[in-house]
């Protein structure tokens, strides 16, 4: 979602929620959004907790003339292949194969998380049901909440342990980066207008790109890329990936690979959990994903000035 608001210009302030310090099941927060999980958009009395709903959302709100459009029209050529994309890409179990890395680093290569983090989080992961529990027994009015995360914490922990179903999974991505890399090789062979670039649905960055590029930023950090890509194995994905990460946009969310690390690991060096909600000054917030980890922000999202020049 923070790719989403750069590419379309929009300014932001950043409040940042620290999963490894439980900030997102602080009451405050569960008062948000009940689910407890990221991304939630609040634009005065609307609360979106879907990051798809919020693309959309923020599409359909902030679609003046110098605002960039991320989904095409409907009835264009180009709309259903953004849409495909789009929810093929965001139907990917990124928590699975997080977890699962984390679980199990034997399956990775070049990880982005040192062996001390990975202790770190599988503690806090291993902690989180219990948690739970003591919350909800803290906070009966938030009790039903807290259950139902707690049950589907337990469920998703049992699949995401478990090896066999995580290479499963692992084997699935093969295809989907499969038709990645065959819709890739149609733009190589299309010829674009004169000083424009091809990106995964045609000469425009779309909300197909965005999902592609957190998605494949995701897979490195992780330590899985040279798995899905690279020594001549889905060059177009290497080469897409490689100008994603050239891009200003993408550099100025994300940025280095490693930069996801920090943001999920050091705060509880330097900080302790926010026990109230933060003040909105009566301004749009998002909550999303920052560096695509386990470290989320609460971003105070404003409508881009657009200068008389």
């Known amino acids: 979602v923070r790719?989403?608001?750069?590419?379309?210009?929009?300014?932001?302030?950043?409040?940042?929620?620290s999963l490894p310090l439980s900030e997102h099941n602080e009451p405050w927060f569960m008062r948000l959004n009940p689910?407890?999980?990221?991304?939630?958009?609040?634009?005065?009395?609307?609360?979106?907790?879907?990051?798809?709903?919020?693309?959309?959302?923020?599409?359909?709100?902030?679609?003046?003339?110098?605002?960039?459009?991320l989904i095409p029209e409907e009835g264009s050529m180009y709309y259903p292949r953004?849409?495909?994309?789009?929810?093929?890409?965001?139907?990917?179990?990124?928590?699975?194969?997080?977890?699962?890395?984390?679980?199990?680093p034997e399956i990775t290569?070049?990880?982005?998380?040192?062996?001390?983090?990975?202790?770190?989080?599988?503690?806090?992961?291993?902690?989180t049901e219990s948690e739970l529990k003591k919350l909800a027994e803290q906070h009966p009015e938030l009790q039903e909440a807290y259950i139902a995360k707690q049950k589907r914490l337990k469920s998703k922990l049992l699949d995401h342990d478990n090896i066999k179903y995580l290479k499963k999974l692992?084997?699935?991505?093969?295809?989907?980066?499969?038709?990645?890399?065959?819709?890739?090789?149609?733009r190589n062979e299309e010829t674009p207008e004169e000083g424009k670039e091809a990106w995964l649905c045609g000469e425009f960055f779309s909300v197909a790109d965005v999902s592609l590029a957190v998605t494949l930023h995701r897979l490195k950090f992780l330590g899985l890329s040279r798995r899905y890509w690279g020594n001549g194995n889905r060059t177009n994905v290497e080469t897409y990936y490689e100008r994603v990460l050239k891009k200003k946009t993408f550099r100025k969310v994300l940025g280095?690979?490693?930069?996801?690390l920090i943001s999920a690991v050091l705060p509880t060096a330097f900080r302790v959990a926010k026990k109230r909600a933060p003040s909105f000054l009566g301004t749009t917030f998002l909550v999303g994903i920052l560096g695509g980890m386990s470290y989320f922000a609460f971003?105070?999202?404003?409508?881009?000035?657009?200068?008389?020049s």
């Open 109 to 127: 290569v070049d990880s982005q998380i040192p062996a001390y983090a990975t202790t770190r989080i599988r503690s806090q992961i291993g902690n």
């Open 170 to 186: 692992l084997d699935e991505l093969e295809n989907v980066l499969d038709q990645v890399e065959t819709e890739l090789q149609r």
């Open 256 to 260: 280095h690979v490693n930069n996801i």
């Open 82 to 104: 953004v849409q495909h994309y789009r929810e093929l890409l965001d139907s990917l179990p990124m928590d699975a194969y997080t977890h699962g890395c984390i679980l199990h």
């Open 299 to 308: 971003l105070y999202l404003k409508k881009r000035l657009i200068s008389s």
């Open 35 to 69: 689910a407890g999980e990221v991304p939630v958009l609040v634009h005065n009395d609307t609360i979106i907790c879907d990051a798809t709903q919020i693309t959309d959302y923020l599409e359909q709100t902030f679609k003046d003339e110098n605002t960039l459009r």
């Open 3 to 17: 790719l989403a608001i750069a590419e379309k210009g929009l300014q932001c302030k950043e409040y940042d929620v």
